[in-house]
């Protein structure tokens, strides 16, 4: 795992700083890294519907949320998502074919 | 007849990566008498940056057996038509390519954004599965290979894309011929 440094916000910190008052040092790391991770995700969501819209290009996508395409193109296929935008999305079709919510 | 063809990343990605009948789409590609080009922008994306994953290795393979060629841009033409699209460098280069390329008959792109983009500059625009119907209707790819490819690719396309793709592969059915596979 990388370890790198990250300035978080004020009350982020409290509440690090709370688990490690009631004794849950070893939390604090998982914590921190959770919630990255949901970041990661929540930001990815939020390009995927741009990019779904058409308003970006996959390799604009991949340049804001920090990767490479073939990085992001392999994010997108583990969370079942198509890397093309062109078509008609998974909700718009008759058969109710679902994409795996990320 | 060569069929010159410039490829952005997405496509690039997807044609290195899908296999039908023991073959890579890429090399069923090129066996059909396809050039492929594509600007140093996106071999970087897929051939070096993609490097850890296996189609990076196929990109990085056939780019140096000059199988595909990586083209500089020479002038950017579109530079200020395509600023205030959010395309990335090898969308934007891709599309440049096309039209300082001798020969190119269109750009392959499965993105919405530079479909437009390219349309708009009054290019031909093609998504990877209407290349791989080309080919057919040519007679350089069977109809059978064609529909294996189609099918083999369809899971990173949205609904409709393949379907329509099928159908134009029927209707070039006339044109079979004996083509790679």
Not at chain 2, 89 to 114: H, M, N, P, R
Request: glycine share 10%.
């Amino acid at each position: 795992m990388v370890k790198v440094v990250v300035p978080v916000k004020e009350e982020i910190l409290r509440a690090a700083e709370r688990r490690k008052a009631v004794g849950m040092d070893e939390g604090i790391a998982q914590f921190l890294a959770e919630l990255i991770d949901l970041g990661f995700e929540y930001r990815l969501q939020q390009l995927y519907q741009r990019f779904e819209d058409g308003k970006i290009s996959l390799e604009y996508f991949a340049n804001e949320l920090g990767l490479g395409v073939r990085d992001l193109y392999a994010a997108l296929e583990r969370r079942g998502l198509a890397t093309s935008n062109i078509g008609a999305r998974p909700s718009e079709t008759d058969n109710g074919q679902q994409i795996t919510p990320i | 007849m060569v069929l010159t063809v410039v490829l952005d990343a997405g496509p690039l990605i997807a044609a290195c990566k899908f296999e039908t009948q023991g073959r890579l789409v890429v090399d069923h590609l090129l066996l059909s008498g396809c050039r492929i080009v594509i600007a140093p922008s996106v071999e970087e994306e897929v051939a070096v940056l993609g490097a850890g994953y296996p189609d990076g290795v196929v990109a990085g393979e056939r780019i140096a057996q000059g199988d595909i060629q990586v083209m500089p841009v020479a002038n950017r033409r579109w530079a200020r038509h395509l600023a205030a699209y959010a395309l990335g460098d090898g969308e934007k280069d891709s599309i440049e390519l096309c039209g300082q390329v001798e020969g190119v008959q269109a750009l392959v792109t499965d993105d919405y954004l530079a479909f437009v983009a390219a349309i708009r500059l009054d290019l031909e625009a093609w998504m990877l599965p209407d290349l791989v119907v080309k080919l057919a209707k040519r007679g350089s790819l069977t109809i059978r290979v064609a529909a294996a490819i189609l099918e083999t690719v369809r899971p990173r396309y949205r609904a409709g894309v393949i379907e329509y793709s099928l159908v134009q592969l029927v209707e070039g059915k006339h044109g079979e011929s004996s083509g790679t596979g």
